[in-house]
């Protein structure tokens, strides 16, 4: 007993050193599809859709499904990711664990047939067999892992129930037909474990030979003669029930599918769509290549699709005679079991070659087509019966006087593949690397060089991404995809010329309608990827939207369910102001994929677009339903509720602002946005926290920068206000208000006339008309006592401006004092009664005034008296201003001029209504004592700030034998810091973030009935749409 401890130990010890490596891999390749983008792993999608999607997510019976039904295998990811989320290590651990599994129960397993000692053998090939490292590094791997647990645990049960030969232990009969559901729930190929349990039957429990069953199988056709006399009846119920759980399993998992197997292209498995003899001979062909894999795991690659393996198109071709050699190889193995009198020699290598066999002809293209040429993955279960046999001539060997030959070969053996298998799992560290490795082995592989592509375009590399890229397309002239990569990263160059032209080229290589034919059948889904690309190209020209409108709406004739075109179409539509069909495209969407968050996300602004803050509020809400990670709905719903101006709602909305938080510590639009949460509650020390964390994250935040020093300036701190003001003004030197308020620095605390003369001045040169510069800066006139030139600026600003009471009353005080001092005008002075005709008139007559001729100073001039009226008229003012602004609620809304965003400014005062700017009476100069200018304006709320979004929640499906065109990720995009483009497209996120190759477009809408701000659109992006595929 102890013996099989120890070798179990061993065993279990050797897989751990062979990968504890791989726990520092990422996700990669499928894995993107299936854990990144695959939102059955949410835990607040409902549990029920993993039984009614496919392995990738998609509704199984989609046309695009990739059928491939592995529930049970998507319901431990799920467990996965409520542990820890997307942070791979748990993933591979759990991988790693169940590898170490599955060898512990095939060491059970081989000790049926062989010797202890030649099991542990067996074992211990099998734990470092470098063929493995795909099914056991990769996390879609596990569907082969997780399989096998099960496919053993029904072959060991099934063995238990026929111990005794006349006897059935049915309750290990019952475990063992369970095991066998859940191996095929696991995937597929685990309902071959019915066909090994029925050679076991025959070949040891009744211990039959070849020979008898062939005269049992002539009996039952002829009807003479009888069964073989050592048949039991126990024997016919055990195959009874076995024949009839495989029955019920593929009758349940052809209905599943619906009847319809998946739909493969020529780029995913050329033979498929080879004419005869072309494609029997290379099916033919790729068993052999299969058996080499296994036999000399040296030159090892990801994806074996395209390319890889030329056809076999002639009778004639040398490879036709490895097939035959292979053919022999199985057919010599067979004849050995069938006339040896070794009874154990004949079970050893009729179990074998079972195994070998039987769970590979699911994948062999034999019977039907799969998505795929070759994939190492599938050989995890085949490679045992391999193991077993190579464990077998072992023995033999060291049975024959060669036993230290025996052991330095096995030994040596182990060696080699143990360092092979670790050296292996480093190449599935990142995409960059599984790619390059394969390129090294692989060179006919034009997925390989997309992939490569794709990696490099992640990190930003664009000009070597585009190397890449253009290689697949010299490796595969007609590859739609490796077409699509090169526009769009000539679209990250700004090389626009460029990009339509492979866009176009792409386009032209889609297959042409046929009379009579479905065109849905004949082209992969993603491949009208083309159409959303290049519309989303030619609308950054506003002048050929109605042809990017075409373009959608070729996409959709083409497939009525392409959700992708629905939601760039509603994009496009919104730009063109058609609100309405913008409305009922998105509607239509969700008729073909009603669980898209994105479509929500879409609607809703929509209604915002309309001015329907609730009914847009809904259907943002609805989107957080279908995925509660939703960046965009979450800071848009979050701004929303903080505007409908409800103590309650702002709670929500902080909630929400927190959990983007969390998600990403370095957004600084969630920084500002708690701080307006923050100034709604009168906390000015949370609100000034939030603001300056915001420009600390982002030195050039606009709105921040006003906010946190209006925030300073009220709170009678201006002079920790200024310096931000001189960084906003630095960085955005035309904002008017952000002059305003560093003016009235100047003037009040700073003292420095000179510089808050500048300021006023550089508002005039923006907006002649500034009522408010205007008056300042007759302000900084009378401090300094130049009258005659306060009164032509106080004359100007009355004409501009006849119903603002305080500004014609400063214009009598002034007035009245010149005509006190008896202060003489000139004629050129005298033009300040003059009508300017136009700003360029009071420039000039600004430019032209002489100082020289200015009467006295003011401050020597005016009486006590005449002193005493003035700060009683700015004492009362003052107090007016200030009430006021403790008052006021409503939100300055300025548009962001940052590179990702692009409006109009627009404000709103709570004195005057929208867009409409309420002229306050602004306290005028008190001369000896202080002087003070107009700013009679609030906070500047930040427009919603562009998102970038991420592969990470893109909505295109992700399916296994998608092409590298199609980077992995999808997906609404789905997807990291991402590097953006200014391209105009519009994110899915993807949503997302993960920021992956990502594109961006911004568009207005109506946030509130009083309130403007900036949305963006949830749309597909260009890297959105061509992700690498799965194998």
């Known amino acids: 007993m102890a013996a099989p401890l120890v070798l179990s130990a061993v065993i279990f010890i050797t897989c751990i050193v062979c990968y504890y490596n791989s ?42 499904s990739h059928k491939s039904y592995r529930p049970l295998c998507i319901l431990t990811f799920r467990w996965n990711y409520s542990l820890h989320q997307l942070e791979p290590m748990g993933y591979h651990l759990v991988n790693m664990m169940l590898h170490s599994i599955v060898c512990l129960m095939y060491f059970r397993m081989c000790s049926m047939f062989l010797p202890e000692i030649s099991s542990f053998i067996a074992s211990m090939l099998f734990a470092v067999h470098p063929i493995h490292t795909e099914a056991v590094t990769g996390v879609v791997g596990r ?75 002539r009996s039952a056709v002829s009807g003479k ?42 780029f995913d498995n050329p033979a498929s769509v080879a004419p005869t003899p072309v494609r029997q001979l290379s099916y033919n062909y790729l068993i052999s290549v299969n058996l080499w894999l296994m036999l000399f795991p040296c030159d090892l690659c990801c994806d074996w699709t395209m390319g890889t393996v030329p056809l076999v198109e002639s009778l004639l071709d040398a490879r036709n005679l490895v097939t035959l050699i292979s053919y022999a190889i199985l057919s010599l193995l067979t004849y050995v079991a069938v006339v040896t009198d070794n009874r154990q020699q004949a079970t050893v290598i009729i179990m074998s070659l079972v195994f070998l066999i039987l769970p590979f002809l699911p994948a062999s293209n034999l019977f039907f087509p799969v998505g795929f040429v070759v994939a190492e993955r599938i050989l995890y279960i085949p490679s045992m019966g391999l193991c077993m046999l190579i464990a077998y001539g072992w023995s033999l060997l060291a ?55 794709h990696a490099l375009e992640s990190q930003g590399r ?24 090169v526009g769009r990263t000539f679209n990250h160059l700004k090389m626009f010329k460029e990009a339509e032209d492979a866009y176009l080229k792409a386009k032209s290589l889609l297959p042409k309608a046929k009379p009579g034919k479905s065109y849905q059948a004949r082209i992969a889904p993603n491949h009208l990827n083309v159409f ?80 329907k803050a609730s009914q847009a509020l809904a259907y943002l809400d609805k989107a957080l339903e279908f995925d509660p990670e939703h960046e965009q709905a979450l800071l848009n719903s979050a701004i929303l509720l903080q505007e409908l101006g409800r103590a309650e709602l702002r709670k929500v909305a902080r909630e929400r602002l927190l959990k983007l938080l969390r998600k990403d510590a370095t957004n600084e639009r969630v920084h500002f946005n708690l701080g307006m949460l923050a100034m709604d509650d009168r906390d000015i020390a949370g609100a000034e926290h939030w603001f300056r964390r915001a420009v600390q994250l982002k030195e050039d935040f606009r709105s921040a920068l006003f906010n946190l020093a209006l925030l300073l300036t009220d709170d009678h701190r201006p002079l920790e206000a200024a310096p931000f003001l001189n960084q906003l003004v630095k960085f955005y030197p035309d904002h008017v208000k952000g002059l305003i308020l560093l003016g009235d620095i100047y003037i009040n605390t700073i003292k420095d006339l000179d510089a808050a003369e500048n300021c006023y001045k550089r508002i005039l040169q923006l907006e002649p008309e500034n009522i408010q510069g205007l008056h300042n800066l007759c302000v900084v006139y009378v401090e300094r006592g130049n009258l005659l030139r306060a009164e032509a600026c106080l004359t100007r600003a009355h004409r501009l401006a006849p119903n603002e ?16 001092l008896q202060i003489p005008r000139t004629s050129e002075e005298g033009r300040e009664f003059e009508d300017f005709g136009d700003a360029h008139d009071f420039q000039q007559y600004e430019e032209n005034f002489d100082d020289d001729n200015l009467g ?96 990470e929640q893109q909505n295109i499906s992700p399916q296994e034998t998608q092409y590298s065109a199609f980077n992995s990720h999808q997906r609404n995009t789905k997807h990291k810091s991402h590097l953006t483009s200014t391209d105009p497209v519009f994110s899915n996120t993807p949503t997302s973030q993960a920021e992956r190759r990502q594109e961006e477009k911004s568009s207005e809408t109506i946030f509130s009935d009083s309130l403007k701000k900036q949305i963006q659109r949830k749309t597909l992006s260009h890297n959105e749409l061509n992700k690498h595929s799965s194998s």
């Open 143 to 217: 569907a082969e892992t997780l399989s096998s647990v099960f496919f053993l645990a029904a072959f060991i049960l099934y063995t238990k129930s026929t111990k005794r030969k006349h006897v059935t232990g049915w309750r290990n009969l019952v475990l063992s037909m369970i095991s066998v559901a859940t191996a095929m729930l696991c995937k597929e190929q685990g309902i071959t474990i019915t066909g090994i349990c029925a050679v076991y039957e025959l070949i040891v429990t009744q211990k039959l030979r070849l020979s008898d069953l062939h005269y049992m199988l």
């Open 532 to 611: 959303l690309n290049l519309a989303n190209l030619i609308a950054r020209n506003e002048t050929r939207l109605e042809e990017a409108d075409l373009l959608y709406r070729q996409a959709i004739s083409m497939r009525a369910d392409y959700t992708q075109a629905y939601i760039n179409r509603g994009d496009i539509l919104l730009k063109l102001n058609r609100t309405k069909e913008a409305q009922e495209v998105y509607e239509r969407a969700l008729f073909y994929d009603s669980n898209n968050p994105d479509i929500y996300y879409n609607l809703g602004v929509v209604f915002l677009e309309q001015g």
């Open 23 to 64: 726990l520092q891999c990422g996700f990669v390749f499928d894995d993107i599809s299936a854990i990144k983008d695959n939102r059955d792993l949410r835990p607040h999608m409902p549990l029920k859709n993993i039984f009614f999607n496919d392995f990738w997510g998609t509704p199984i019976h989609k046309e695009q």
């Open 462 to 485: 664009f000009h070597e991404a585009l190397q890449y890229f253009q290689k697949a397309v010299s490796v595969q002239q007609d590859d739609i995809g490796a077409h699509i990569n």
């Open 399 to 453: 049975q024959m006087r060669f036993k230290k030959l025996a052991w330095l070969s096995v030994g040596f053996l182990l060696l080699v593949h143990g360092c092979k298998t670790y050296a292996r799992n480093l190449d599935w560290e990142s995409e960059y690397t599984i790619f390059m490795a394969g390129l090294k082995v692989n060179q006919r592989n034009a997925k390989l060089f997309n992939n490569v592509g």
């Open 805 to 820: 009471e305080y500004v014609l009353r400063h214009l009598n005080i002034v007035q009245s004092k010149i005509n006190k």
């Open 225 to 266: 003669g009888s069964l073989n006399s050592s048949w039991t009846s126990d024997a016919t119920k055990r195959l009874s029930v076995l024949g009839a759980t495989t029955i019920c399993l593929l009758m349940m998992r052809l209905q599943i599918m619906g009847s319809r197997l998946p739909v493969f292209t020529r």
């Open 856 to 951: 006295g100073d003011f401050d020597d001039e005016l009486g006590a008296d005449d002193l005493e009226v003035i700060e009683d008229i700015g004492r009362d003012i003052t107090h007016s201003h200030n009430h006021k602004a403790s008052l006021r609620k409503a939100y300055l809304v300025e548009k962001e001029e940052d590179s990702d965003v692009a409006g109009d400014e627009t404000s709103k005062f709570t004195d005057n209504g929208l867009h409409q700017q309420k002229l306050s009476e602004t306290r005028f100069a008190q001369t000896l004592q202080e002087s003070s200018v107009q700013n009679g304006f609030t906070r500047e709320n930040n427009p919603n700030p562009t998102i970038e979004v991420t592969p």
